[in-house]
């Protein structure tokens, strides 16, 4: 993950805090008001509380508090703004008869279908980001677990690359991120399981059918021998 994108989360998280600090001092609010309507009695005894209130907002204290509501709004405002994703421009590569221009758009539909054609995908989603004059691919996959992950991940990038470059003719991208969002099992994975399976049980149970005609065979000899001896 570059710096670009660590900070943008980062940006993201703070926001999120902010905005649920903001949530629950709102909903508290409305609760305690709420309240405090239905029930007219316990005004009298929230009084005492509100005595206590106008004592905190006459000292200096009360500055703080103040300070602190005021920045949480526009830090949280801040940070959302920080987090917005920036708009990529096109691609644009001068040639001798011009320039060439290539949406990044254009570029995110191809790596998406060059994705979904490859077996093991059951769904992608694709974004990208600009990195200089290159680009960075983040594709959001889910996968059966037909093949080994590891060895899914190294053939997508791969594909992606070389199907970018010969389509293209320039060598467009820079990273090529693949992340996989769930794994389900596949087909012929769990048939071969349930098949593997069965045969165990198949195993084990003539196995055990094996001991147990030994021991018939044993016990009647040792009958035999006993009455023979009697």
Known sequence: MDVKSIENNMWKAISKFCYLILWFLSIGIGIVLYVLNIFPSLKTHFNSYI???????????????????????????????????????????????????????????????????YKPVNHASVTTEEDHKKVNVIARVYLNDNQPVASVVAELQLAVRRSVR?????????????????????????????????????????????????????????????????
């Open 51 to 117: 005595l206590e209130v106008e004592k905190i907002i006459k000292s200096d204290d009360i500055r703080i508090v103040a300070t602190i509501l005021i920045l949480v709004p526009l830090i949280a405002l801040f940070a959302k703004l920080r987090s917005r994703k920036r708009k990529i421009e096109p691609l644009i590569y001068h040639t001798a008869e011009g320039p060439v221009v290539i949406e990044t758009a254009t570029l995110s539909n191809f790596v998406k279908s060059v994705i979904k054609a």
């Open 166 to 230: 010969e389509a293209f003719g320039l060598d467009l991208l820079r990273d090529i991120r693949i992340e996989v969002a769930r794994l389900t099992a596949g087909r012929h994975r769990l048939q071969k399981l349930l098949d593997n399976n069965k045969d165990e049980v198949t195993k084990l149970s003539n196995e055990q059918g094996q001991d147990m005609q030994e021991d018939i065979e044993i016990a009647d000899y040792n009958s035999v021998n006993t009455t023979e001896k009697s």
